[in-house]
């Protein structure tokens, strides 16, 4: 009797999935993926499923563009945002928060800041990054305050490390006003300030994306949102003055690495 219990016990522990998903939010945060299916998330069912618990999107290299699976339950103005995710070692993904969703530009296209997920390259991995916009406005590791032209001015550095991929890290996104924080694992990655009016978002869409490049395969798990008061103050010049000493954020594609062609702020 004890040996077929046994076998069943075992038989039956070896059909669990190999994930199992804490849906459980921390105090004052919800749930928006449940872990089992694509419910309260729109998106192409080519590239996104649900495998282990986990929110997955997979390429086979020939992309065109980047596709995006939005969370259709609402849009975000002040908020936390934090997810466990985990990405192949050549993967390039993103957390698209205040979003914009644009069908006019190619199907599941969305615009707006992004917070990287690129694993080979500590440098952008966890990155501020406007998607189809202003594009790189803070590099990882970067204190920026983007001034009221669109113009991303560094004023301080944090130490950059590497967090590798094919393994489970917690993203955290906190935006207060025009004040964006990134954090992977604990850790500071970018602190910025937005002035730019006529440039910025104050509300929109949380999506995920699948980018192009090589093959990839990108994974969300314990996806956990908090609201914060919507009316929170917005930071002006007078609060965050840029320094005499500040350099440019390096435009993409407009120097060797990061760091260097910066230029400094003309002095007044």
Known sequence: MNFWILCFLSATTCTLPLYSA????????????????????????????????????????????????????????NFELRVKVKVTPDGNSGLQYRGLERPDLGEWVVTGYQCDVVPKNPDYNGMLYEER???????????????????????????????????????????????????????????VVDLDEKGRALEGVIAVQVHVGPAMKIQYRDFFLQHLPAELPLLTSSDRPIPADAVKVIPQGGGAGKGKASIKKPAK
């Open 133 to 191: 916009g202003r594009r790189i406005l803070a590099h990882t590791g970067e204190k920026v305050i983007i001034d009221p032209a669109g113009q991303p001015w560094v004023v301080g550095k944090m130490p950059v490390q590497k967090f590798p991929g094919d393994e489970w890290h917690e993203y955290r996104v906190r935006v207060e006003g025009n004040h964006h924080q990134h954090w992977i694992d604990g850790v500071p990655t970018v602190d």
């Open 22 to 77: 804490d849906i459980t939010p921390p105090a004052g945060f919800e749930a928006i993926f449940n872990g089992k299916d694509l419910t309260g998330w729109e998106g192409s069912k080519e590239y996104w499923s649900v495998e282990d618990g986990a929110l997955t999107g997979v390429t086979d290299g020939s992309l065109k563009y980047n596709r995006f699976i939005t969370w259709k339950a609402g849009k975000v103005r």
